[in-house]
Nanobody, 119 residues
Framework: QVQLVESGGGLVQAGGSLRLSCAASGRTFSRYAMGWFRQAPGKGREFLARIVWSIGSTSYADSVKGRFTISRDNAKNTVYLQMNSLKPEDTAVYYC????????????WGQGTRVTVSS
């Protein structure tokens, strides 16, 4: 069983910052990349950022490019999402996920951490 546990969410004022963490544990699993997603109330799930685990290359959605930064700590088996210049429209539940291979979808998901940005 693969477990992903997100943390770091909370309430922040617009313009503020938060750093989300996602720790992976459990049996050995294939991990091509890890990603961050979010789901706002009444909306579908939105891709935010991805990091290819072996080489550290990153990609971002246009909505967060320049404000959010994804990074990883191999030793801690953890991926991070640094979120700066937060806006009320960033309010959502944030999830991390594992993409086992480049040809597969994201198979493993965390339980989510809630981020609320007040205006």
């Amino acid at each position: 069983q693969v477990q992903l546990v997100e943390s770091g969410g909370g309430l922040v004022q617009a313009g503020g910052s938060l750093r989300l963490s996602c720790a992976a544990s459990g049996r050995t699993f294939s991990r091509y990349a890890m990603g961050w997603f979010r789901q706002a109330p009444g909306k579908g799930r939105e891709f935010l950022a991805r990091i290819v685990w072996s080489i550290g290359s990153t990609s971002y959605a246009d909505s967060v490019k320049g404000r959010f930064t994804i990074s990883r700590d191999n030793a801690k088996n953890t991926v991070y999402l640094q979120m700066n210049s937060l806006k009320p429209e960033d309010t959502a539940v944030y999830y991390c996920a594992v993409q086992p291979t480049s040809l597969r979808e994201y198979d493993y998901w965390g339980q989510g951490t809630r981020v609320t940005v007040s205006s």
